[in-house]
Nanobody, 122 residues
Framework: QVQLVESGGGLVQAGGSLRLACAAS????????MGWFRQGPGNEREFVGG????????SYADSVKGRFTISRDNAKNMVWLQMYSLKSEDTAVYYCAAADVVSVRKDYYDYWGQGTQVTVSS
């Protein structure tokens, strides 16, 4: 059993930066791949990026590649999404989730956080 809580969302100007955090509880956290998803107004939840269980491999959606970075610290039960050069289209509720392997499909993920709002103003 893994519980996930996101934090760090807020209002930022276009071109700015923001770091989201996902705090996990549960003894099995370090065995899970972690994904970040987002859901904007009127849109389906979409894959942002993921990181494998050890943190040795990451993957990103084309829309955020080069701007966002995922990292994790299993000793701290934490995963982060560092966002740079934010655009208005990045506005969404951001969710972290845990799965056996990183996937773009949300149904691969066993656990989800409650989400944190990111709003990018122009």
């Amino acid at each position: 059993q893994v519980q996930l809580v996101e934090s760090g969302g807020g209002l930022v100007q276009a071109g700015g930066s923001l770091r989201l955090a996902c705090a996990a509880s549960g003894r099995t956290f370090n065995s899970y791949a972690m994904g970040w998803f987002r859901q904007g107004p009127g849109n389906e939840r979409e894959f942002v990026g993921g990181i494998n269980w050890s943190g040795s491999s990451t993957s990103y959606a084309d829309s955020v590649k080069g701007r966002f970075t995922i990292s994790r610290d299993n000793a701290k039960n934490m995963v982060w999404l560092q966002m740079y050069s934010l655009k208005s289209e990045d506005t969404a509720v951001y969710y972290c989730a845990a799965a056996d392997v990183v996937s773009v499909r949300k149904d691969y993920y066993d656990y989800w956080g409650q989400g944190t709002q990111v709003t990018v103003s122009s």
